[in-house]
């Protein structure tokens, strides 16, 4: 049996056997912006699945069985630009969150009685949807134009990397920063040209997932919940969904998806280790760490350079790549005077 409300824009599939995702959903719903379906059973919604494309599944993985990993599994290989939000009881998961993160799962709700932190997931899927649609319909209007379709992607994901920067004052130029970071470390390895420009891009749109994350969260001055942090880590894989839709952006893909994975497999949203980790995703690592100690936030300001050079030194093999990190920390100790001109220029 299934519950449905009539809409003409963003048609969700929710699957979920007790607390009513209706209930916490009631403001968006009624709006002519929403359609909701809800199905007590994953088996049941698959029918559903097959005949009508949805944006958003909202599936209830408090428990988590095998059948539900292939269902799900099915579910992507259908439809890789549906925005899947799960349901997870966190002290009663089964299976580590990096192999569901493998299905490019873009969001995780922590299941209670009211669901009270839902409605912010759906509003990150809602804008995550909205800026993939603007670039699609650019590709299907220009597609026939290389070098007009290559000028028009280009500006519209700048114009969001200006967005997301703009959110807030403190990470102003933050990604201007981290692209010349990179691309100083790569050549002090020898990197080709290709390599660099890649660096350079690479780290220009690295952050480009939070365009679909709450500004609720984003720009939250406290203590971010382990939900909210959990909805903050997923922005490599909304970046990677972001820029899948325009090949010119292939190579930089593997840099937004795997920023934040760590040489010691900690990091996120995988948790790759070491050699898996593509190599250019390792040195913007390096980069996007240096600017973020190293620049104002609400909560501090800049770090000692001292500190940060120990950090450098404590965590290599860690948390970095122990050659990118000697390589970095030899510039910071021989020729600060070229961070000290890109710091003076973003």
Request: glycine share 4%; charged share 30%.
């Amino acid at each position: 049996m299934n519950n449905k409300l009539d809409s003409s824009n963003y048609k969700i599939l929710a699957v979920e056997n007790g607390t009513s995702i209706q209930d916490a959903l009631k403001k968006m719903v009624r709006s002519s912006k929403y359609s909701l379906t809800e199905f007590k059973t994953l088996k049941s919604a698959l029918k559903e699945i097959d005949s009508t494309s949805f944006d958003i599944l909202i599936l209830d993985f408090s428990t988590i069985t095998e059948s539900k990993l292939e269902m799900l599994k099915s579910i992507r290989e259908k439809d890789e630009n549906v925005y899947i939000i799960l349901l997870i009881n966190s002290q009663k998961l089964t299976i580590p969150l990096k192999d569901l993160k493998a299905l490019s799962v873009q969001g995780y709700c922590e299941k209670d009685d009211k669901l009270e932190q839902l409605p912010l997931f759906v509003e990150a899927a809602v804008k995550s949807i909205d800026q993939m649609k603007i670039i699609k319909n650019i590709n299907d209007e220009l597609i026939e134009s290389k070098e007009k379709l290559e000028k028009a992607y280009l500006e519209s994901i700048e114009t969001l990397r200006y967005t997301v920067e703009a959110k807030d004052r403190y990470t102003h130029g933050h990604s201007d920063r981290v692209s010349a970071y990179s691309v100083l470390i790569g050549k002090k390895l020898g990197l080709s040209n290709e390599d660099l420009n890649t660096l350079k891009i690479g780290g220009l749109f690295h952050d480009i997932g939070k365009i679909g994350i709450s500004d609720a969260i984003l720009l939250k001055n406290g203590k971010l919940t382990d939900a909210e942090y959990s909805e903050i880590k997923n922005h490599p894989v909304i970046g990677k969904n972001i820029l899948s839709n325009a090949a010119i952006f292939e190579n930089i893909i593997p840099i937004v998806l795997y920023h934040h994975e760590r040489y010691d497999g900690k990091g996120y949203p995988y948790g790759l280790q070491d050699s898996s980790i593509p190599f250019l995703a390792r040195i913007v690592s390096v980069a996007d760490s240096f600017d973020a100690m190293t620049s104002r936030r609400s909560y501090r300001g800049e770090l000692d350079l001292e500190y940060v050079k120990n950090e450098f030194k404590t965590k290599s093999g860690t948390q970095f790549d122990p050659v990118i990190a000697q390589i970095f920390l030899d510039i910071l100790n021989t020729e600060y005077h070229l961070i000290a001109a890109i710091k003076r220029s973003h």
